[in-house]
């Protein structure tokens, strides 16, 4: 098992994360500190702590909140023994035997991965979400013109960056030859695409039970399609007759995506070159699957034989704008799966094997046309490439279309349990997940308190690098529990006072009680950054020697019992019940 | 002779009284900027030339825009407030002409009214703090200017006032009686009044007490009677060692007082005789009136040892909770311990005084007692008739037994 | 030009802690010292607001006026700044000051404490301007480079503002002009100008 930046006391169930760290054959920690990984488990071999640079110890690009992206450069080279995250995981795939694979597209240098190379890689991929148009490049420019940018609106006032957005938030559609300035803000209709404006994305779909899921006039400024439209395939753009604006090497990236044998060389050859290429590869197709009029690729002549490809032109042409007011039966082409799976994919169908190779042909779309042409087109049209649709409230492929209220799995409100009851217990893929075998048990008795946990403002996740900061740590040295005053007073316990809290699946864990009205009566509030003492166990003198917090103390998680997300497993670490009394 | 050097005296500090009169009535406790420790080495001030200046303003200025929506992308940007690289230090930039302190400081008061809307009137204001440790949680006392004004008038005035006036008195007291003498004159004879453990512990609180008064001193009145003769760096090098040892010495005095308590007590409890014993203010005013009897301890020593008990609990009390702040104090208890300590140690250290006057130079033959152990005889028949007494009917039938001749 | 003045305008103050730590960092202030502190008032009740507090500089200052050395002195733009190599730590100036600015190491035996540290409003000390011994006494000197207390110029909403205290209150009377009163410069009639003058 390897923890790489991650820590144990983000864990529910502490105990059985314990018993689980103590049981894999080898644990691997990649950090900066050892973190409470090295120090939880009670083992005394197979665990290797792998010293991590920090933030400044390489260079990179580092992506906000925000979506915007800044580049930052390597102040030091790695103190003592740390390596950079590049180099350990380079390291690794050498040691696998996969290291050419990886970098294939990335120049490693001392065994580092070059950090430029490393985004380039991502802008090569990350077509769904325009995280393209971000080169290092870029973004270099952007740090050395940090003062050109209105720091309100984030927008380049002057110079090279001006018309920008500051980091060039993604979306930051195409490559980044094509400029796109980034988009600020998600949605926003009164800018044209190109200058980072947005419609809605076409996510699930043209139509659900009759409903239609495309936007209805609304539109971004200078869209030239004055309504909703579905995703940009190749279908798309050649119904609307701007496929003829692909340049030849955007074309033949397009057909060797469909073909499979697209090479990111393809790229970076000459339009001459790359006509030729393309021609040659259209001539090796049959004449069934090539067009024969215009040498263009396409589906015209393809559609009478290749059913598949009728139906993918079919589904297109139902939904240009044109056809649409004429269309007569409404079609759920959004493959809208009731399982738990995601968030439902739309037409998007694996190209499987089998398939005609005009048919894939006509589906790669904005987000598999690895040159951006797509893209580009839709954009220089003034259309979103990811099409004009609607928002949904009702997810049909969740297990409620629409949340609905369900008690906790652990609950002090036995009367709401009925009415509001959780999911019976279920199975997804390997994994039985408890919801009712749990709920119906009675703990409120026993554990009549509400427990819930949060963060504070000085320390991160687990808390092991922001607690080994001496100007941090000293704002908050110990783990505390917050309870109303009226529950201390019932306990009989003062603010300072150190308490057990116990719940229901036994652990426990000894925190100072903050009387506070932050709360309310019934609930107890912990911040869950601290670790180094487990059970009331101190751990300090399991840490490699110097490497102790300046602060530790219990990890909240200790205690957080059972449950998990009905979509997407996460663990439930915002409610339970608990118990207190005075240590 | 005597009296002369003593009427001389009293009429210096008479004058010295005069003086501090005057200045507890012209003294001004503003503080005004004197951009520089006084009387040390001027220290270079940035601010004080106009560039320093201009990019102060321009940098604050900076804060303002983020207080509003924000600029539109048509205004210009704030210019930012660095000024080039050696401005601040530049020859050419003029010095801006240090202006008297309190015209300075009448600028600034002169503000409040156009800031009164914004203020709010002084008060109390704690919260929470996530820090531990004590007073943390508490933004602001504004009774720390109260203790200030206290310590600084009453206090600082009142004292200085006192121990001169205490110290005027006692001079003209001695200039008009004289020393008090012994009217039978030295008998030559001796007996044994204190002895060694009794004398040693009476030095120890006595030498502590006078180590602790001192350095007290120096800490309440040193910065404006010493420092301006030894300068800033050796008064802070002597208030220093004063703090150290006014600290340190707590521990001797309160040892000293403990064994006072458990040694003297008993023979202090006030009885009838010391009222008739003060009445006839012990028989020092004329040289013929009679001594009224006395035990051991008369009443006047009796006062000075209660005194001294007392004090000296009020002193170590109010003491330790300064050096050990907010143990059992907090801000208002450690003020008002400051301030009682103040006030108590004055009176005592003025009570003091007497006491040190007529052990020594106000009565002839009274210092051998605590020195050497041994006081005349004519001296203990005189202020210790009762004790003097008890003493000779066991020394006579001490003697009976013994060859030795009594020295 | 006015004075330096600090305010916290506590109707923007979240509580981030930012002011401290940097201040910390900045001046390499070491455990258990605090230049700059945080209070949160009414603590989880309605009308909580959060203030960040350190030494204000007072006009008229009660630390300068009580200490028995006069270590402590005040520039003509109103900086409070004092001189270690005089400081006695005998804790006066932290029975006077209303803000509990005044910070010890508490090292000494005897209950004596070491050398006084607190807020220099980041512009040093006596010594050299830039001087390595004025770092390692009194930390960085900002002001001497043209820059204000690094505490104001970090706040992310502007709820710390410190320099030329005419520029300051100028910005809070446009914030208090176009929300409302709110609840009024915290301190500043305790720091600035004392109690009330009798009229």
């Known amino acids: 098992m390897v923890f790489w930046g991650h820590a144990p006391n983000s864990h529910s169930r502490g105990p059985d994360v314990k018993a689980g760290l103590e049981k894999v054959d080898l644990l691997v920690i990649v950090d900066l500190v050892p973190t409470l990984s090295a120090a939880l488990a009670d083992r005394k071999n197979g665990v290797y702590l792998l010293p991590a640079g920090s933030t400044m110890e390489s260079s990179g690009s580092v992506t906000n909140s925000q979506r915007a992206l800044q580049w930052r450069e390597k102040v030091i080279e790695p103190l003592f023994e740390a390596k950079s995250d590049y180099e350990i995981i380079y390291r690794f795939a050498r040691k696998f035997g996969f290291d050419n694979e990886l970098c294939r597209h990335i120049a490693v240098e001392n065994d580092e991965p070059v950090a430029e190379d490393i985004l380039r890689e991502i802008n090569r991929g990350s077509w769904t979400i325009g995280y393209t148009g971000q080169s290092p490049e870029r973004l270099k420019l952007h740090m050395r013109h940090q003062d050109k940018f209105d720091s309100t609106t984030l927008l380049g006032m002057s110079g090279p960056v001006k018309g920008e957005y500051y980091g060039l938030p993604w979306p930051c559609w195409g490559t980044s030859k094509m400029k796109h300035p980034g988009t600020r803000s998600l949605w926003d209709q009164s800018l044209p695409v190109a200058e980072g404006g947005l419609p809605f994305r076409a996510r699930w779909g043209v139509e659900h039970d009759g409903s239609n899921l495309l936007a209805e006039g609304s539109y971004p400024v200078g869209s030239e399609i004055a309504d909703g439209y579905p995703e940009f395939t190749y279908a798309v753009l050649e119904k609307l007759g701007w496929h003829t604006e692909l340049t030849s090497v955007e074309r033949l990236a397009i057909a060797t995506v469909a073909d499979g044998s697209f090479e990111p060389s393809i790229l970076t050859l000459s339009e001459q070159a790359a006509h030729e290429r393309l021609e040659e590869l259209l001539a090796g197709k049959s004449v069934d699957e090539t067009r024969s009029t215009d040498r263009t690729p396409g589906p015209s002549s393809i559609e009478q034989n290749d059913p598949q490809a009728r139906q993918a032109a079919k589904t297109y042409e139902d939904y240009t704008p044109e056809s649409r007011e004429q269309k007569k039966e409404p079609k759920d082409t959004g493959t809208g799966k009731a399982d738990l799976g995601g968030g439902g994919e739309d037409g998007d169908q694996k190209m499987s094997d089998g398939e005609n190779f005009a048919g894939k042909l006509l589906r790669v779309n904005w987000k598999t046309d690895l040159s951006g042409g797509i893209q580009r087109v839709a954009i220089a049209h003034g259309c979103a490439p990811f099409g004009n649709g609607k928002a949904r409230a009702l997810v049909w492929n969740f297990p409620d279309p629409v949340p609905v209220h369900r008690e906790p799995l652990y609950t002090p409100r036995r009367d709401l349990v009925e009415k509001y009851r959780t999911y019976d217990d279920r199975r997804k893929y390997r994994l039985p997940t408890l919801y009712w075998s749990i709920q119906q048990q009675d703990f409120s008795r026993d554990y009549p308190l509400i427990l819930t946990t949060g963060r504070l403002v000085e320390y991160e996740g687990g808390g092991d690098e922001t607690r080994s900061n001496m100007w941090l740590a000293e704002l908050q040295q110990e783990m505390f529990a917050e309870v109303h005053p009226d529950d201390a007073r019932a306990l009989k316990i003062a603010d300072g006072d150190l308490i057990w809290l116990h719940t229901p699946e036994g652990a426990r864990i000894k925190v100072a009680a903050m009387s506070t009205r932050r709360v309310g009566r019934g609930t107890v509030f912990m911040p869950f950054h601290f670790g180094g003492l487990y059970q009331g166990r101190d751990l300090s003198e399991k840490y490699p020697q110097g490497t102790v917090p300046y602060v530790v103390g219990e990890a909240a998680n200790t205690v957080m019992t059972y449950g998990y997300d009905v979509v997407t497993f996460m663990q439930e670490t915002k409610g339970t019940l608990c118990r207190i009394e005075r240590a | 002779m005597v009296r002369v050097i003593a009427a001389i005296v009293a009429s210096a500090l008479v004058i010295l009284l005069g003086y501090t009169v005057y200045l507890g009535s012209v003294t001004d406790d503003l503080i005004v900027p004197t951009n520089e420790v006084a009387g040390r080495k001027a220290v270079d001030n940035p601010s004080n030339n106009a560039a320093g200046r201009q990019s102060i303003i321009a940098r604050t200025e900076l804060q303002r825009w983020r207080a509003a929506s924000g600029p539109s992308p048509e205004q210009p940007r704030p210019a930012a407030g660095r000024p080039a690289d050696g401005a601040l230090k530049s020859p050419d930039a003029p010095n801006i002409p240090y202006s008297e302190g309190r015209a300075v400081v009448n600028d600034w008061l002169s503000n409040r009214d156009g800031e009164s809307k914004m203020l709010r009137e002084p008060q109390n204001v704690s919260g929470r703090s996530s820090l531990p440790g004590p007073a943390k949680e508490t933004f602001v006392q504004p009774q720390g200017r109260q203790w200030r004004s206290a310590r600084n008038g009453p206090i600082a005035f009142g004292g200085a006032f006192y121990l001169i006036g205490v110290a005027a008195i006692l001079a003209v007291f001695l200039s008009v009686r004289g020393r008090v003498p012994i009217k039978e004159g030295l008998s030559g004879q001796t007996v044994s009044r204190f002895s060694a453990f009794e004398r040693a512990n009476h030095w120890l609180t006595a030498g502590s007490f006078i180590v602790l008064a001192l350095t007290g001193l120096v800490i309440l009145f040193g910065k404006d009677v010493i420092r301006p003769w030894l300068g800033p760096d050796l008064f802070g090098d002597l208030a220093e060692g004063s703090a150290w040892l006014h600290m340190a010495l707590v521990a001797p005095l309160a040892v000293g007082v403990a064994v006072m308590i458990a040694s003297w007590s008993w023979q202090n409890l006030p009885t009838a005789l010391d009222w008739k014993w003060l009445k006839q203010g012990g028989g020092f005013m004329r040289d013929n009136a009679p001594n009224p009897p006395a035990d051991r301890f008369n009443a006047g020593q009796k006062l000075i040892f209660w005194a001294v008990i007392l004090g000296s609990i009020v002193l170590i009390g109010t003491g330790l909770a300064m050096m050990f702040p907010f143990l059992w104090a907090g801000y208002d208890g450690m003020q008002l311990a400051q301030s009682t300590h103040a006030i108590a140690a004055l009176i005592m250290i003025g009570i003091i005084f007497g006491h040190i006057y007529i052990g020594t130079i106000g009565m002839v033959g009274a210092f051998d007692a605590i020195w050497s152990g041994n006081v005349d005889r004519n001296w203990a028949k005189e202020h210790h008739s009762i004790w003097y007494g008890r003493l000779s009917e066991t020394a006579d039938a001490d003697e009976q037994k013994s060859t030795q001749p009594a020295e | ?199």
């Open chain 3, 1 to 199: 030009m006015a004075r330096m003045k600090f305010l916290c305008d506590a109707e923007r103050c979240i509580e981030c802690n930012a002011c401290t730590t940097v201040c910390k960092n900045e001046h390499e202030v070491p455990w258990g010292m605090q230049r700059r502190r945080l209070v949160t008032v009414n603590d989880g009740v309605p009308g909580e607001f959060s203030l960040s507090v350190s030494c204000m500089h007072c006009t008229d200052a009660p630390c300068i006026a009580v200490c028995p050395v006069s270590c402590i002195y005040q520039t003509d733009i109103g900086i409070v700044l004092h001189d270690k190599d005089i400081c006695i730590g005998c804790g006066y100036c932290f029975y006077a000051c209303p803000f509990g600015a005044p910070q010890f190491p508490q090292t000494s035996n005897f209950g004596s404490r070491g050398k006084m540290d607190k807020c220099t409003f980041c512009a040093g000390g006596p010594e050299a301007d830039g001087s390595e011994m004025e770092f390692k006494k009194y930390g960085r000197n900002r002001i001497a480079e043209g820059k204000l207390p690094l505490c104001a110029e970090v706040c992310s909403t502007r709820a710390l503002l410190g320099g030329d205290g005419d520029v300051v209150i100028d910005i809070y009377k446009e914030r208090v002009i176009r929300r409302g009163y709110g609840s009024g410069a915290w301190g500043w009639s305790t720091a600035y100008y004392g109690p009330p003058q009798e009229s």
